[in-house]
Each structure stands twice: as structure tokens, then as C-alpha cells.
């Protein structure tokens, strides 16, 4: 990132980032603090058309396990996605879950594989699967059920010379506080920024991730940014000098999910 562009940054830092998010978000009441990290298990999959139906049948049978796991503690929140917005040979379906240890998401995906029935899960149709592990240290979520709501999600890659406290400052000056008045006013349900726990790529990514309960509140969502940066741009030119954009790119998923 160019030296001076970043001085100017950290210098304006409080006044410049208040101006931008502050005037969707309101005034902050305090500092974004990072909180314990939450992981988050993905299975990802691409299931043949013929097969969806019986994919989203499959869910039902795990429910029970991942519903006990809530109550005690183990996870604190599961759920499955359906993609809405499809690429070539990419994913078509997902399902996942959340846990305040790597323990918590290991021990239920162990519980889940003695379960199943592998022979004749409709998984083994699958043309493409992958598993991604991520941790993140700033979120929130409202407790209770959400289903046939909308999921965001929006990747993006750092430029090679990104300070390494990156996602940190982004997460803390400008998309937290800019989700947080989202979710306060009920138009989120859940937010996150992840990163990945396991390396199973490059470091240097991050993932911003919501989840509304309408399609309505995706529109919000993107008016809010939009009043936001024609507020004070300077947000999107510090954005711009940590993240290499031709690497973004987004997923939109139909979600149902469930948090305790």
C-alpha cells in the first residue's frame, strides 16, 4: 500500500472513519474490540440438478444431532445453503456449523460422519467437494431460526503490502460498525468476517458474510454502503489501498439457519 495514503489514513484515522460509516452507523457508544474466535465448519458441494430435491431432504436426519449439540453447548449455530447465483462447475449446496473451539466444529463433524450412511448418502453424487475451516473474531447473530433467508457473502484478497494488521483495521473502522447498525435495526440477522483457520489456501484473504432474513434487507444493505461512501469516499480509498479488487469476488445463497 503507497506510505503516504496510509499516513494520511491512520492519521484521520478516528475522524475520517466516523464520518464515513458513522453517518449510517450512528455514534459509536464504544470501540469495536475483538471478540473470541468463533469457528466455522463448511462442507461445500456441487450436486447434480436431478439430485436437489433429495439434497435438501438429506439435512433433516442431522437436525436432531446438530440440535443437541445447540443445547449443550458444543456449536452455536448450524445451518445449510443453497446457491442462488451459479458458476460453471461450482458449488450448488453447503451446509455448516459454528463452535467457540476448533473442538466444538471437529467434534460434531466426527459425530456426523459416524452417523451417516456414506453408501447411500445422496453426497456420493457429489461431481466436486471441498471443506474450508474459518475463524472469526468479529461478529454478532440474533438467537433463533431463520429460514429461506438470504446469505452474502463478499471475498476479497490483500494487496501484498497490506499491513499485517489489515482485516483488523477494515473490520474495525469501516464494516463493523457499518453491519452493526444493520443488525441493530433487524435488517441482519447474523454477520462475520472470517478468515481461514485452515490454510487450505493462500493467506491473505478474508470473507465478509451476512445474512438477512429478506431479500429486502440485502437492498439495505447496499444503500447503506452506497450513502456511506458518496457521504466521505476516503473509506473506499483506504478499502481500495489494502485489497487487491480484481480478486473479489461474491456469493448470494437462499439460507436456513439456526443459532442459539
Do not use: C
Request: aromatic content about 10%.
Amino acid at each position: 500500500m503507497n506510505g503516504k495514503l496510509w499516513k494520511v489514513f491512520a492519521g484521520l484515522g478516528a475522524v475520517a472513519m466516523s464520518a464515513v460509516w458513522g453517518g449510517q452507523a450512528g455514534a459509536q457508544t464504544s470501540e469495536i474490540k475483538e471478540k473470541p474466535a468463533l469457528y466455522t465448519y463448511v462442507a461445500d458441494w456441487n450436486i447434480p440438478r436431478e439430485k436437489w430435491a433429495d439434497m435438501e431432504k438429506s439435512y433433516a436426519p442431522n437436525q436432531k444431532m446438530l440440535d443437541k449439540a445447540i443445547a449443550d453447548g458444543t456449536i452455536v449455530g448450524y445451518g445449510s445453503d443453497v446457491t442462488l447465483v451459479h458458476q460453471g462447475d461450482g458449488v450448488t449446496h453447503d451446509d455448516w456449523w459454528s463452535a467457540m473451539s476448533l473442538a466444538g466444529v471437529l467434534n460434531v463433524l466426527d459425530q456426523l460422519e459416524k452417523s451417516s450412511d456414506s453408501a447411500t448418502s445422496v453426497l456420493a453424487s457429489a461431481t466436486n467437494h471441498f471443506d474450508n475451516v474459518y475463524v472469526s473474531r468479529y461478529y454478532n447473530w440474533r438467537p433463533g431460526a431463520v429460514k429461506d433467508g438470504y446469505t452474502y457473502e463478499a471475498s476479497y484478497r490483500l494487496k501484498p503490502d497490506a499491513p499485517d494488521d489489515a482485516v483488523e483495521t477494515l473490520s474495525k473502522k469501516l464494516v463493523v460498525p457499518l453491519l452493526e447498525k444493520l443488525f441493530a435495526d433487524g435488517t441482519l440477522r447474523e454477520y462475520e468476517v472470517d478468515t481461514q483457520a485452515i490454510h487450505t489456501e493462500a493467506p491473505g484473504s478474508f470473507t465478509i458474510v451476512y445474512l438477512a432474513a429478506n431479500a429486502e434487507g440485502l437492498d439495505k444493505v447496499n444503500a447503506a454502503l452506497d450513502a456511506a461512501i458518496k457521504a466521505d469516499p476516503l473509506g473506499g480509498v483506504a478499502f481500495g489501498s489494502m485489497v487487491d479488487i480484481s480478486a473479489h469476488h461474491d456469493n448470494l445463497d437462499r439460507s436456513n439457519a439456526t443459532y442459539k
